[in-house]
């Protein structure tokens, strides 16, 4: 009997099927409980927050209100939350024209035009709401706040977040395989933050920490130096959301920005991290699909989540839409340095970098699961030499990588993970 899987791929799925034979372990969230009514438990978080004051109180007095959302990579349900957030402080006094809405895009690229509006997600707080994009190199626009007492990070923040009387960050809280859950305190850095503070959390000191991983807030260096962060920006705020596999929301909260996030990650755990006690020689797995799969560069995600469950040597086929292809420029430069030099020269070229190249931290993450095994790509958006610039094997047909895979392997058991790095899988021994 074949079985038929459906993985994320861009704006669908793709029916992956699995040779004849093949045992597959399909590795997905447990099913989550969802709000029946997202619009009134916004508003519910807003008026009965966590660590703070109510939101109708912490805006009475406010003159500049600036509130950072995640830019086009994350499926943030930012709509009814944006609407929720201006409707509370509208009914405190606060004009809409004293409200920013600021889109966290690190050193991507910015969101214009069309692709603003679906960031945002509700027409009206677009008409009415002043939005503007992150610019990380436009120093104009960066505040110089000093350095994090432990690692000395630079704080170079945007002016409009530092300005503001009031702040706001609105996350998606999910596994990050760098900060170890993202929303919070990521929003604010490295989302806002100025090109030196960016680079700087990317560098292969910061990189290399093997506590820099998924679901890991323990003494991680990334999560330490966004807390002292915003320890010197002074007091922030969020609203954090937690959606299921197919984008619903399952959890809303607000309040203190550090006590929030806490709290939402405690709440998604129990959904994320999927115990196993075994590894896999077969593990097919997505980049999420849409919007996380638009580019190569954030494909990595995909490949760095499952290494728990990746047996040494076995083989891991990924699909991944790329429909914009490998990405930034800078991302395409440091995808060369590593096929021009290999493992070993690409990681004795950036150890001594103070400033990690712009994109080429993606680059460094790689080497994660290259370390382990072979990674097999399925992409229809990245063709002609860019093939080469992914240091990874590309194939044409999942199945027939997955049939090579096990005849090599002598292994029929195919690990399959449809969400991609939305689900870390744990490996715990029996």
Partial sequence: MTETIDIRYGK????????????????????????????????DAL??????????????????????????????????????????????????DQITILLATGLHRPNLGHEMLEVIGDKWVFDNIRVENHYARDTAWMVDLGHTPTDGIPIVLNRHLV????????????????????????????????????????????MSNPLACNTNLV????????LEILKVLGPTYAVNTIIDEERRMSFVNFGDCVA????????????????LDRKFSTLVTSAAGYPLDKTYY???????????????????????????????PEYRESQAHLKQLGDQG?????????????DGWQTHMLLRPLSIGKVSLFSEGIQGRDRELTCVEMIESIESAIQESVEKSGDRSVAVIPEGPYVIPVYRPA
């Fill in 219 to 226: 003494d991680n260096p990334l999560h330490r130096g966004q």
């Fill in 298 to 328: 954030q494909t990595v995600k995909g490949m760095v989540a499952p290494l728990q469950v990746l047996a040494e040597g076995g083989n891991m086929i990924i699909a991944s839409r790329c429909e914009e292809g490998l990405g930034s």
């Fill in 47 to 96: 008026r009965n927050p966590v660590g703070s004051a109510p939101l109708s109180q912490l805006a009475k007095s406010a003159k500049r209100v600036c509130i950072v959302i995640c830019d086009i990579t994350r499926p943030v349900p930012n709509g009814p939350i944006l609407r929720g957030l201006v409707e509370e402080m509208n009914g405190a006094g606060v004009r809409n």
């Fill in 12 to 43: 669908g799925e793709l029916h992956v099927r699995l040779p004849r034979g093949c045992e597959p372990t399909v590795i997905r969230k447990p099913a989550m409980p969802l709000l029946d009514q997202p619009a009134t438990s916004i508003v």
């Fill in 260 to 275: 929030s996030h806490l709290e939402s990650v405690d709440f998604v755990r129990q959904y994320a991290e999927v115990p």
């Fill in 346 to 358: 690409f990681t004795d070229r950036i150890r001594k970098m103070p400033l990690a190249d712009i």
């Fill in 163 to 206: 300005d503001a009387d009031l702040r706001i960050v609105v996350g998606l809280v999910e596994p990050h395989f760098m900060a170890g859950y993202s929303g919070g305190r990521k929003v604010v850095a490295p989302g806002v933050a100025g090109e030196e503070t960016i680079r700087t959390f990317h560098n292969f000191r910061f």
